[in-house]
T-cell receptor
């Protein structure tokens, strides 16, 4: 299967600072990647769709100025949590679909656990 | 009605049991049907996927899709303690965001 790598796997930051999370497709090119947020014992909540070379599409209720998404290449999308606050603490996960035989099937990164103190 | 309904459990079974996990969906346009396994503090891992209707078997795992009833199933045979995890069903079409069920927490007791 296709491999998606996410970095870092966990991060602790001070309130008011910004944190960048990277999502890379290692063995395929992904024109579209998705960013999710997951609270404990809950399912994944889609935050935004990241499109290579264009602006991301955010889900209703997600602040685009707070969660900056950049998809500058076919293998890398980044999510930056700006001016982080304790309520932003969560598990953030990216996914990408590999074209070809696995079109429509999502492969996930390992996730990033963000703790804002 | 939510697009994908999944019983969150928790479901507890003895080692060696056959486990049946199920989801229903509402959008008949969905073509891809996936099952993910997620361990605590990890990203979801793709277990199996099927395109359109039918069955798919991989070792101890069997995925079934019945598009006429909009029903998705995952069967785990000879369940092991290492199968203890949260299982998420997901559906989608093409390169659009997947729609997930809430996940079922499974515990296999040795």
């Amino acid at each position: 299967g296709a491999v998606v790598s996410q970095h870092p796997s966990w991060v602790i930051c001070k309130s008011g600072t910004s944190v960048k999370i990277e999502c890379r497709s290692l063995d395929f090119q992904a024109t579209t990647m998705f960013w999710y947020r997951q609270f404990p014992k809950q399912s994944l909540m889609l935050m935004a769709t990241s499109n290579e070379g264009s602006k991301a599409t955010y889900e209703q209720g997600v602040e685009k100025d707070k969660f900056l998404i950049n998809h500058a290449s076919l293998t890398l999308s980044t999510l930056t949590v700006t001016s982080a606050h304790p309520e932003d603490s969560s598990f953030y996960i990216c996914s990408a679909s590999s074209p070809g035989t696995h079109t429509g099937v999502g492969f996930f990164g390992q996730g990033t656990r963000l703790t804002v103190v | 009605q939510k697009e994908v309904e999944q019983d969150p459990g928790p479901l507890s079974v003895p080692e060696g049991a056959i486990v049946s996990l199920n989801c229903t969906y509402s959008n008949s346009a969905f073509q891809y049907f996936m099952w993910y396994r997620q361990y605590s503090r990890k990203g979801p891992e793709l277990l199996m996927y099927t395109y359109s209707s039918g069955n798919k078997e991989d070792g101890r795992f069997t995925a079934q899709v019945d598009k006429s009833s909009k029903y998705i199933s995952l069967f785990i045979r000879d369940s092991q303690p290492s199968d203890s995890a949260t299982y998420l069903c997901a559906t989608g079409s093409g390169n659009t965001p997947l729609v997930f069920g809430k996940g079922t927490r499974l515990s296999v007791i040795a």
